[in-house]
């Protein structure tokens, strides 16, 4: 075989595997681009099951919250009120001491 062969023969080689490695990450975005698309319907497969167990969630957690805080609610108010009740008092106090 001449040197002229041995050139188009490497040259022929040099293209396949060219054409080979690029393929390869052709392939591989083609597979990404299904595995996206797939994700994505699952997450709008489940989103609104999981968006309904977080509101169930969030308003369970607002009930509980809501019992467990209004005693101390209605305790504080009370407090406040017998704050004000004795300082409305001292200040009769202090006006008949005054007068």
Do not use: C, N
């Amino acid at each position: 075989m001449s040197l002229q062969s041995w050139r188009d023969l490497a040259v022929a080689l040099l293209a396949f595997e060219t054409l080979i490695l690029s393929l390869i990450p052709l392939a591989l975005l083609y597979l990404a681009v299904r595995g996206v698309i797939w994700s994505i319907r699952q997450v709008h497969f489940h989103a609104p099951r999981v968006q309904e167990f977080f509101r169930k969630m969030a308003r369970t957690t607002d009930q509980i919250g809501q019992r467990v805080v209004a005693p101390l609610i209605s305790a504080r108010a009370g407090m406040a009120g017998v704050r004000r009740w004795l300082s409305v008092i001292s200040s009769i106090d202090r006006i008949k001491e005054r007068v």
